[in-house]
């Protein structure tokens, strides 16, 4: 990233299409084309793992599995695996939208469908890929075998037997489940199959894709069932402490989310071995990987399982600079600290000692007293510029309705905000004008939209999250030379 450039944040949920949620086939490669039309040069995407608890990808049942959710169904009709009536039953009216009940209720067994008209011709197809992804695949898929089994319970309520994978049950599950493991390992090689394919299409039009990386996993996921050695649980493979943050400028209590915490002292003695498989993954998936709550890597919140809220929890020391080296280590492997939330001097002087590139954020900048780090011209050139990110509100959102008058007259002055010119496109102009050699803008603020296209709001749970998709009809033309435009003047084209 030398040179200046830009992109667009957009998860791949978010991409408009007609089956009730964004997929990896042409409304992809569509949005790919309107973001060379656009002069931009990465799309910034969300975690591409499966969603877990409230439709978190930040909850997920794994760190290395895809969402099957995104397999495009037009293309499986195109290999002959699924019939036009049967993906036109697929489709979803709502374009505004991800109603996930409903395709959680109707998508898998349509793929249950493609998966009977496949099995017979991909056996070494799938033989091959199951070997290669040997290191997280089995476990992963009698993982979810065994959940619907158990009719959806969570790990921490199975079988004393299953749930501490004593040898002989094991054996026994793995045989009786072998044809439902086949079916989830076929999904996961069509995801990759699609995803690489989309990559592939990005990187020919001069498009990078910067990935997500969740430092945490859901307690109720693979990883804890299969390698509990890599967590700080209990003997009945509770934990015994989960992650959060202390109050911030997003909750008073603080944030619980629940997630089961490392224990550092064996990754270790390992040499981050698990570390370092999960940075090989990403690397193939993605060009640029922003690693979430990089802040843990210094210290990280404990919170005692059971308590209330976060202000129980106590700060903890992290890893440190050893897995930031193992993680630079990583062939191909491009990273982004995501460096928010409130930093003591320690925290602050190790993310700088990492080398990585921070993120600044445009709607947290204007105190209208004192001097901010996150105004435009106070960022360093090795930093991220953002308008906003899919945990902040959107900037219209932010502008009209959170921030006090007085920044909200800061911030009309500093922007020169104009109604005849879209205050979404003021906020694009502050963050392509700054310094920063990189200028990210989540879909919604270039469209210059407000609450009802949050991505996300931290310590809440509801439809309302991770759900938001952008229709059609924006990716138009107009928008895509007004950007250009923009992106030319401030010589990110």
Not at 237 to 262: C, I, K, R
Not at 293 to 318: C, L, M, Q, V
Not at 324 to 351: K, N
Not at 372 to 389: E, I, K, Q
Request: aromatic fraction near 12%; charged fraction near 20%.
């Amino acid at each position: 990233m030398q040179a200046r450039a830009s992109g667009i944040l957009l998860p791949v949920f978010s991409l408009p299409g007609p089956y009730g949620i964004g997929t990896l086939g042409a409304p992809a490669r569509r949005w790919i084309d309107f973001l060379s039309d656009s002069g931009q040069r990465f799309w910034q995407i969300l975690p591409l793992v499966p969603p877990g608890g409230g439709d978190s990808p930040y909850m997920s049942a794994s760190s290395f599995a895809g969402n099957p959710l995104f397999l495009d169904l037009d293309e499986l009709a195109g290999e002959g695996l699924l019939t036009q009536e049967e993906v036109a039953s697929a489709r979803r009216e709502d374009p505004d939208r991800v109603d996930y009940a409903w395709l959680h209720q109707t998508r898998l067994p349509l793929l249950r469908t493609a998966w009977e008209r496949a099995r017979a011709s991909c056996t070494e197809e799938l033989d091959t890929f199951v070997r290669n992804e040997a290191d997280w695949l089995p476990d992963y898929t009698l993982f979810l075998a065994l959940r619907e089994r158990f009719g959806g319970k969570e790990l921490k309520d199975w079988p004393d037997e299953i749930r501490l994978r004593q040898p002989q049950a094991m054996a026994r599950c793995r045989a009786e489940l072998k044809e439902e493991c086949a079916f989830y390992a076929f999904l996961q090689m069509r995801f990759f199959h699609q995803w690489t394919a989309v990559k592939q299409y990005a990187n020919s039009k001069g498009i990078s894709i910067i990935g997500d990386l969740p430092i945490y996993v859901s307690p109720d996921s693979a990883e804890v069932w299969s390698s509990p050695q890599l967590f700080q649980l209990k003997e009945d493979m509770t934990p015994s402490g989960v992650a959060g943050v202390p109050p911030d400028a997003f909750s008073e209590t603080g944030q619980h989310w629940g997630n089961p915490l490392y224990d550092w002292s064996y990754h270790k003695k390992t040499g981050f071995a698990w570390w370092k498989r999960r940075g090989a993954h990403m690397a193939r998936l993605y060009d640029v990987v922003r690693i979430d709550h990089f802040r843990a890597f210094h210290t990280y919140w404990s919170i005692p399982n059971g308590a209330k809220d976060a202000r129980e929890g106590h700060w903890e020391k992290g890893p440190g600079m050893e897995l930031v080296e193992v993680l630079r280590s990583v062939p191909g492997l491009a990273l982004i600290a995501e460096d928010l939330g409130d930093l003591d001097q320690d925290a602050l002087h190790f993310i700088a000692g990492s080398g990585l590139p921070g993120m600044k954020v445009l709607v947290y900048a204007f105190d209208p007293v004192g001097e901010s780090s996150y105004l435009p011209h106070n960022c360093p050139r090795d930093a991220v510029m953002y308008t906003g990110t899919h945990d902040t509100p959107t900037f219209v959102q932010w502008l009209f309705s959170l921030a006090s008058p007085a920044e909200r007259e800061y911030a009309l002055n500093y922007l020169r905000l104009r109604e005849d010119e879209g205050f979404g496109w003021g906020a694009v102009c502050g963050a392509w004008m700054s310094p920063c050699r990189l200028a990210i803008a989540p879909m919604p603020d270039l469209l210059g939209l407000g609450a009802d296209a949050r991505i996300n709001a931290p310590g809440t749970t509801g439809p309302q999250n991770w759900s938001w998709r952008v229709r059609e009809a924006a990716l138009n033309p107009s928008v895509s030379s007004h950007l250009r435009q923009i992106t030319r003047t401030y010589r990110r084209c």
